[in-house]
Nanobody
Framework: EVQLVESGGGLVQTGGSLRLSCAAS????????IGWVRQVPGKERETLSC????????YVAESMKGRFVISSDRAKSTVYLQMNKLTPEDTAVYYC???????????????WGQGTQVTVSS
């Protein structure tokens, strides 16, 4: 059974950093691309970044370049999202998701975690 479990969310002040983790089980990271997607209530889901360990290909949303960095640890079957210089506009539920291709389109992801809340205070 494919499972994705996010952790690392929480409350942080403006300008702070958080590192989110996505622990994958039921498959190896080489089988799927893993993306980070966030959703603010009332807004569309937004793919932030995606990585495929099988060929080290990545996608990073233009608006995230320079602030968010995706990485992976095959041995731990975990994908990370390092988020820096956070602002209140980054407040959202952050999901990791697995799909067959590296993409910025969240509709391509087949499996989803339960999400972790990130709140940035001003």
């Amino acid at each position: 059974e494919v499972q994705l479990v996010e952790s690392g969310g929480g409350l942080v002040q403006t300008g702070g950093s958080l590192r989110l983790s996505c622990a994958a089980s039921g498959f190896t990271l080489d089988e799927y691309a893993i993306g980070w997607v966030r959703q603010v209530p009332g807004k569309e889901r937004e793919t932030l970044s995606c990585i495929a360990t099988r060929d080290d290909s990545t996608y990073v949303a233009e608006s995230m370049k320079g602030r968010f960095v995706i990485s992976s640890d095959r041995a731990k079957s975990t994908v990370y999202l390092q988020m820096n210089k956070l602002t209140p506009e980054d407040t959202a539920v952050y999901y990791c998701a697995a799909g067959s291709i590296v993409t910025g389109d969240p509709t391509y992801y087949q499996f989803w975690g339960q999400g972790t809340q990130v709140t940035v205070s001003s």
